[in-house]
């Protein structure tokens, strides 16, 4: 089975920085996607990016970047430019996307983001 | 487009009773996927349907059931209540499922709480 561990429980930065959420994953398949959600007071999970594990470039959508290290089962998420709208829950994701499987998400336990004005 | 709606936001149950929760997806998304979110376990994986059938199912009890409409709307039924059972409920949709599964969209969630 697969498992998505995130390290960090909780994490601050200061407004207008730079901070990096890491995520590590268990899989021995080779075709599936990463995923990145973000889940502010509201509850509401809102997507904010996506890999898939046979791209070798790294996604990026704005101010979001991820750095996907597939060997290593690496796939940590960079936050540069930092606002007080991006303190959330975050959570890293796996689902697999080979045939005959399971696509549920599987998610890890979450890293919350504080943002310091 | 509208986004994933989930009705009713909120709820208070007690111990015994049975509850509805229904999920209207991002219209033309036809897959439908539920999860609980609880403090202690986090995000699990309750079943995913599409085109009104259940294709995968997670390990909860039998009192957790789901059904799907020709509409792509679904429904997530609890029977009795048990205190445990008090989550935040999540409903995700995409346009496919499968390996053409997509990206999953979520919805607001309900609230329930089991007194």
């Known amino acids: 089975a697969q498992t998505v561990t995130q390290s960090q429980p909780e994490m601050s930065v200061q407004e207008a920085e730079t901070v990096t959420l890491s995520c590590t994953y268990d899989?021995?398949?080779?075709?599936?996607?990463l995923f990145w959600y973000k889940q502010p007071p509201s509850r509401q999970m809102i997507l904010v990016i996506r890999q898939e594990a046979y791209k070798q470039q790294n996604a990026t959508e704005n101010r979001f970047s991820v750095n996907f290290q597939k060997a290593a089962k690496s796939f940590s998420l960079k936050i540069s430019d930092s606002q007080l709208g991006d303190a959330a829950m975050y959570f890293c994701?796996?689902?697999?996307?080979?045939?005959?499987?399971?696509?549920?998400?599987?998610f890890g336990k979450g890293t919350l983001l504080t943002v310091n004005p | 487009k509208a986004g994933v709606t989930q009705t009713p936001r909120y709820l208070i149950k007690t111990r015994g009773q049975q509850v509805t929760l229904s999920c209207s997806p991002i219209?033309?998304?036809?897959?439908v996927s539920w999860y609980q979110q609880t403090p202690g376990q986090g995000l699990q994986f309750l079943f995913e349907?599409?085109?009104?059938?259940?294709?995968n199912k997670g390990n909860f009890p039998g009192r957790f059931s789901g059904r799907q409409f020709s509409n792509s709307r679904s429904e997530m039924n609890v029977s009795t209540l048990e205190l445990g059972d008090s989550a935040l409920y999540l409903c995700a949709s995409s346009l496919a499922a499968g390996v053409r599964l997509g990206t999953q969209y979520f919805g607001p969630g309900t609230r329930l709480t089991v007194l």
């Open positions: 349907y599409f085109s009104e059938t259940q294709r």
């Open positions: 899989t021995s398949e080779s075709d599936y996607y």
């Open positions: 994701a796996y689902r697999s996307n080979s045939g005959g499987s399971n696509y549920k998400l599987t």
């Open positions: 219209s033309g998304h036809r897959s």
